[in-house]
């Protein structure tokens, strides 16, 4: 065999020109996937609400879940192209106008209020609610502040304007209430720093103060406190607080390997509280075992790969901090409720990304998705750093962006032979030998 022939086969098929990357292939895959488990599984969690006269029209969640997730779709498909530099430049616009909503949503007369939650703005189908547009915002303002001045993170004092922006946007959120939305933004937001590379002392004091922060917020509200003894001992209150806990185990334990078959749940029509939107994944291991939360699980994991891969090659700072915000934002959401229903962690509310029934989630997600996917395929936002001293950009630039970019910088160290490696003096062998 020729040496060519043996270097065509040593290297493999390439990808051909013009085609899109494999991370952009994954990532619409994945998300795909996702909507298309969502829009099924929706219709089967909310197919009795007709036979429990909840509503008129067994179809009525299914008809909107297809209505927002095709203009997610299309709002996808924009910022996919186009999106990625407007939305940079909009980042302290949308910051201002994300906190704006979330006050007027607290106006007597303006917010709706639901289950005891005042989260909505709206009526009929058009209900926005402002916590969801909240959380990508904060994730944008992030990686719009750190690749702007990337000496943030050099210390807790110098990240003051990001943190008080999480600070504002997660006390806004509580006092809806929700808590479950504030930790899901403030684990999102310790991810970005955590890819601009801060350092994990500094991460392990803010996350001593919030966890003070969420105790306390537990201890003063009675329902998070019902909900946190009822995630220790469910039996306790098998009636009450323990109820919800209780009914997910016993759809997962009856779904065994394969599930009960699609549209069988029992569990749904009349134990479920609200089965088509944060428990919409015990429906799942009722009807399709543990098969269908393997398979579900699976998705996630390929979302997330596709997603941190994006961030590690993503082509500018800013690319990469949004990238991984914007994936850790899905996988932490996507953790948070899967742990809730399999008894792991207390009940939050947090629905499952683009599978539990949710117009605003829907939309926000998929908008996100479509960030990715312009970073995926190379799209940059041209935003430069605030002019430093020659020092302190040195050692910004040596510690920066370990989480997402530490191949190459390995590689980096590979060539360089070191940080110790440096040219000798001429004359330097010489001496020591005459000294010899």
């Known amino acids: 065999m020729s040496t060519g022939a043996l270097k065509l086969a040593s290297v493999g098929p390439r990808r051909k020109a013009g085609a899109p ?33 909840k509503s008129g029209d067994s179809a009525y969640y299914l008809k909107r879940t297809l209505l927002f997730g095709v203009a997610g779709l299309l709002v996808m498909r924009v910022l996919a192209k186009h999106g990625l530099r407007a939305v940079s430049t909009m980042t302290p616009l949308l910051l201002v106008a994300s906190i704006g909503l979330l006050f007027v949503v607290l106006l007597p007369g303006i917010g709706m209020r639901v289950n005891g939650a005042q989260r909505w703005i709206g009526t009929g189908y058009f209900q926005v609610q402002p916590s969801e547009i909240a959380k990508v915002t904060l994730v944008l303002y992030g990686a719009y502040m750190l ?26 959120v509580i006092a809806e209430p929700d808590l479950g939305t504030a930790l899901v933004a403030c684990l999102t ?14 991460l392990g004091l803010l996350a001593g103060v919030l966890g003070v922060i969420v105790l306390l917020a537990i201890l003063i509200e009675p329902y998070r406190m019902a909900r ?32 009960v078959g699609l549209g069988e749940s029992l569990q749904k029509a009349f134990y479920l509280p609200e089965a088509h939107t944060d428990m919409i994944a015990a429906v799942i291991g009722e009807e399709l075992g543990l098969a269908g939360i393997t398979v579900l699980v699976g998705l996630y994991g390929l979302f997330g790969y596709a997603g941190l891969r994006t961030a590690q090659r993503a082509k500018d700072r800013y690319g990469k901090l949004l990238a991984a915000g914007l994936t850790s934002l899905v996988m932490v959401q996507a953790v948070v409720n899967l742990f809730a229903v399999l008894g792991l962690a207390p009940l939050t509310g947090v629905p499952l990304p683009f599978v539990s029934y ?13 960030l990715l996917l312009n970073i995926a395929s190379g799209g940059t936002a041209g935003i430069k750093a605030v002019p430093q001293s020659s020092r302190t950009s040195r050692s910004t630039r040596n510690g920066r962006l370990k989480a997402v970019d530490g191949r190459r910088s390995r590689a980096t160290s590979r060539h360089s032979g070191g940080r110790n490696s440096r040219p000798r003096r001429a004359g330097a062998g010489r001496r020591r030998r005459a000294a010899g």
Do not use: H, W
């Open 147 to 172: 690749t702007r001045r990337p000496r943030m993170v050099r210390s807790i004092g110098e990240m003051a304007p990001y943190l008080l922006g999480v600070g504002l946007v997660c006390l806004l």
């Open 21 to 53: 990357p494999i991370e952009y292939s994954l990532l619409l895959t994945a998300t795909l996937c996702l909507l298309a488990f969502g829009v099924v599984m929706v219709f089967s969690a909310s197919s009795t609400t007709l036979l429990l006269g």
């Open 189 to 202: 937001a310790a991810a970005v720093l955590t890819a601009a590379g801060v350092r994990m002392r500094d």
């Open 228 to 259: 946190l003894t009822g995630f220790i001992d469910p039996s306790a209150d098998p009636g009450g607080a323990g109820f919800q806990a209780i009914q997910a185990k016993i759809a997962l334990g009856s779904g065994g390997v394969f599930g």
């Open 358 to 370: 949710g117009n605003s989630s829907m939309l926000v997600m998929l908008a996100a998705v479509g």
